[in-house]
Nanobody, 124 residues
Framework: VQLQASGGGLVQAGGSLRLSCTAS????????MGWFRQAPGMERDFVAG????????YYADSVKGRFTISRDNAKNTVYLQMNSLKPEDTAVYYC??????????????????WGQGTLVTVSS
């Protein structure tokens, strides 16, 4: 399974970006998908996830109310709509796929496949 993330860029604080992640698999609809991010010098952290079964979602507290994760199974794509961006959102954002669980894991080791990352820079 290959994951291709895109949509990163430079945006001013308060602005919006939408990240996309497309999977090269016919069984995408059975994968729980997650977004993680890694700021310079920091560990990679969970941002948001969406389950495959009923499309339930879960967010890190730091992005709750500002970010929205969604998926389009017909397009094998998961999205991360990011609004009201802050400088502290600056990071490389990674999408990841979990093919084993029906819940939404927040730990990296639960996800078997990872995209290459896309850089989001939020200027103040």
């Amino acid at each position: 399974v290959q994951l291709q993330a895109s949509g990163g860029g430079l945006v001013q604080a308060g602005g919006s970006l939408r990240l996309s992640c497309t999977a090269s698999t016919r069984t995408f609809r059975r994968y729980t998908m997650g977004w993680f991010r890694q700021a310079p010098g920091m560990e990679r952290d969970f941002v948001a996830g969406i389950s495959w079964s009923i499309g339930s979602t879960y967010y890190a507290d730091s992005v709750k109310g500002r970010f929205t994760i969604s998926r389009d199974n017909a397009k094998n794509t998961v999205y991360l709509q990011m609004n009201s961006l802050k400088p502290e959102d600056t990071a490389v954002y990674y999408c990841a796929a979990d093919t084993q669980t029906m819940t939404i894991p927040t730990m990296e080791r639960s996800y078997e496949y990872w995209g290459q990352g896309t850089l989001v820079t939020v200027s103040s």
